[in-house]
């Protein structure tokens, strides 16, 4: 089983909206990751959570909130955004930190959409 | 930050034919990853790689790892429609938990 499940598939808010995307695994791995994908372009990475620990951020505005309330879940917290940050949401998860012989995999994204 | 440069950037191919794709970057990777993506999806892994000059293959793909380890070939043998899609090569250096993307390659296959 290499399944990341996001939820949810589809997001529309309003700039002054407060919404939450989700993440799930249960592969068991101890390294997971946000990144954005805007149209055309490749994924940019946003956050990432080792052993349930924050342990890179990419330069990320306060708006996106990162959280990990076990090593199985992943959220991402909204909150002000604007239209640019209108993207594919994507989670993604690996056995250990990237570096150490393993691989990331990735759940199919959450389209959000910022009006 | 880094880049990687992956070309051909798109492709047009007629089903049956061979499609072959690279990735080339400025700096030393320690692990080199393809991914597919189709439209409005995730990227799905195809192949890992993690040794200097190693060959791995799945089913009609192939990737390599070049020895330089600046680089990676992708080759896909006899396309079938459904290996339309865009495809990522992604690396890591080792000094950091994080993947580095390439631009991608837009593959087309016609009947």
């Known amino acids: 089983d290499t399944e990341v499940t996001q939820t949810p598939k589809h997001l529309v808010m309003g700039m002054t909206n407060k919404k939450s995307l989700k993440c799930e695994q249960h592969?068991?791995?101890?390294?997971m990751y946000w990144y954005k994908q805007k149209a055309k372009k490749p994924p940019e990475l946003m956050f990432v959570?080792?052993?349930?620990?924050?342990?890179i951020n990419e330069s990320v505005p306060s708006r996106f909130s990162p959280e990990c309330p076990n090593s199985s879940l992943l959220n991402l917290h909204l909150h002000a955004l604007q239209p640019e940050d209108s993207a594919l949401y994507l989670c993604?998860?690996?056995?250990?930190?990237?570096?150490?012989?393993?691989?990331?995999?990735f759940g199919q994204g959450t389209r959000l959409t910022v009006v | 930050g880094q880049q990687l440069n992956q070309s051909p950037q798109s492709m047009f191919i007629q089903e049956g034919e061979d499609v072959s794709m690279n990735c080339t970057s400025s700096?030393?990777?320690?692990?080199w990853l393809w991914y597919k993506q189709d439209p409005g999806e995730g990227p799905v892994l195809l192949i890992a790689?993690?040794?200097?000059?190693e060959l791995t293959s799945n089913g009609r793909l192939t990737a390599q790892f070049g020895i330089t380890r600046k680089d990676s070939f992708l080759n896909i043998s006899a396309s079938i429609p459904s290996d339309v899609g865009i495809y990522f090569c992604?690396?890591?250096?080792?000094?950091?938990?994080?993947?580095?993307f390439g631009t991608g390659t837009r593959l087309q296959v016609t009947l």
């Open positions: 993604a998860s690996s056995r250990d930190a990237l570096g150490r012989g393993t691989e990331a995999f």
């Open positions: 592969m068991g791995h101890r390294a």
């Open positions: 959570y080792s052993y349930e620990k924050l342990s």
């Open positions: 700096s030393i990777f320690n692990t």
């Open positions: 790689l993690y040794k200097a000059g």
């Open positions: 992604a690396g890591n250096t080792g000094t950091a938990s994080k993947l580095t």
